[in-house]
């Protein structure tokens, strides 16, 4: 299984990014998907999973509100939509495919994507 991020870049404060995570296999649909950031010098957060179907997603607080996940299973897509983006969304944000079937924290991941920069200036 192999998951590719892309989609990011830079961004103005209150600006939107949006970000795909493609994977290969077929492995998508019958799982569970997450977004995961790492901002310079602090761990990695686990901001949005989401449920086979789609039909269930969790946000952090961090992002609630602002960011939206998605997901096209034909399409072996998954999206992570970014509004009113703020300066402390800077980080590098991942994929990854969750283990078992829970799309909540604490989402452990089987497979992980590259990771896409996303840089918001103030």
């Known amino acids: 299984v192999q998951l590719q991020a892309s989609g990011g870049g830079l961004a103005q404060a209150g600006g939107s990014l949006r970000l795909s995570c493609a994977a290969s296999?077929?492995?998508?649909?019958?799982?569970?998907m997450g977004w995961f950031r790492q901002a310079p010098g602090k761990e990695r957060e686990f901001i949005s999973g989401?449920?086979?179907?789609?039909?269930?997603?969790y946000y952090a607080n961090s992002v609630k509100g602002r960011f939206t996940t998605s997901r096209d299973n034909a399409k072996n897509t998954m999206y992570l939509q970014m509004n009113s983006l703020k300066p402390e969304d800077t980080a590098v944000y991942y994929c990854?495919?969750?283990?078992?079937?829970?799309?909540?924290?604490?989402?452990?991941?089987?497979?992980w994507g590259q990771g896409t920069q996303v840089t918001v200036s103030s």
């Open positions: 990854a495919i969750g283990r078992g079937v829970e799309y909540r924290p604490p989402f452990p991941a089987d497979y």
């Open positions: 296999g077929r492995v998508f649909s019958s799982s569970v």
């Open positions: 989401i449920s086979r179907s789609g039909g269930s997603i």
